[in-house]
């Protein structure tokens, strides 16, 4: 009986700890903790003109298809160089996002808008 019991209370306590460690996926959501925006840079550009998200945390994931670059986003402390993520929580309003890592001739012009509602 002392086996029982101690085995059932050992399988409630493993399927406990695998409830609270779990992926989720859901953090992402817009009624979760946050939006994501996925950004690929590619030579001299972005792939999207402008982004847009509601005001709130805010992650920011950088893929570089062609060349190697970075961002930083004008008046916040998001700086991503190479591939990686940063996250910020952002009140409404437009943001530039610009390459930050000199990348060649079209360098000065790589930029792309973030228009937070």
Request: a negative charge; hydrophobic letters at 35%; aromatic letters at 6%.
């Given at each position: 009986?002392?086996?029982?019991?101690?085995?059932?209370?050992?399988?409630?306590?493993?399927?406990?700890?695998?409830?609270?460690?779990?992926?989720?996926?859901?953090?992402?959501?817009?009624?979760?903790?946050?939006?994501?925006?996925?950004?690929t840079?590619?030579?001299?550009?972005?792939?999207?003109?402008?982004?847009?998200?509601?005001?709130?945390?805010?992650?920011?994931n950088?893929?570089?298809?062609?060349?190697?670059?970075?961002?930083?986003?004008?008046?916040?402390?998001?700086?991503i160089?190479?591939?990686?993520?940063?996250?910020?929580?952002?009140?409404a309003?437009?943001?530039?996002?610009?390459?930050?890592?000199?990348?060649?001739?079209?360098?000065?012009?790589?930029?792309?808008?973030l228009?937070?509602?």
């Amino acid at each position: 009986m002392k086996k029982l019991m101690l085995t059932l209370l050992f399988a409630a306590l493993v399927m406990a700890l695998a409830a609270c460690g779990g992926d989720d996926s859901s953090s992402n959501n817009a009624g979760g903790s946050g939006e994501t925006v996925d950004l690929t840079a590619s030579n001299w550009q972005f792939d999207k003109d402008t982004y847009t998200v509601p005001a709130g945390k805010v992650t920011f994931n950088l893929k570089n298809e062609d060349g190697y670059h970075g961002i930083e986003i004008e008046g916040t402390d998001v700086k991503i160089e190479g591939e990686g993520s940063d996250s910020a929580t952002l009140e409404a309003g437009e943001y530039t996002i610009k390459c930050s890592v000199p990348c060649g001739s079209g360098h000065d012009t790589m930029t792309t808008k973030l228009v937070v509602e």
